[in-house]
């Protein structure tokens, strides 16, 4: 099983940039992707980042040419670098990875950070 923990967040202006980190431990190697999703208010949660063992990596359009995922090369942490945050960009923002063994596959979120951006 794998746990994951947030960092960073919090209340930032508009055009400030922000990090959010998630840390990763137990069974690392089994995990095969890794990214954020977010969500707003009445909202439904969705994609933000996400990059793959395969060497994919997806931006929602809103994140495209704002946001940076990136990872280090243990695959037990990532973060997202935001850069030039709006206001609709105010969400809790949860980690999230794919975890595939020979078994089974499965999804593992973080407990969720509140950004929040201030106009």
């Known amino acids: 099983q794998v746990q994951l923990v947030e960092s960073g967040g919090g209340l930032v202006q508009a055009g400030e940039s922000l990090n959010v980190s998630c840390t990763a431990s137990g069974s690392v190697t089994s995990i095969y992707a890794m990214g954020w999703y977010r969500q707003a208010p009445g909202k439904e949660r969705e994609l933000v980042a996400e990059?793959?063992?395969?060497?994919?990596?997806n931006y929602a359009l809103s994140a495209e040419g704002r946001f940076t995922i990136s990872r280090d090369n243990a695959w037990d942490m990532w973060s997202l670098r935001m850069l030039s945050p709006k206001p609709e960009d105010t969400a809790v923002y949860y980690c999230h990875e794919r975890v595939i063994t020979v078994v089974a596959a499965y999804d593992c979120w973080g407990q969720g950070t509140q950004v929040t951006v201030s106009s």
């Open positions: 990059t793959d063992r395969d060497g994919r990596t």
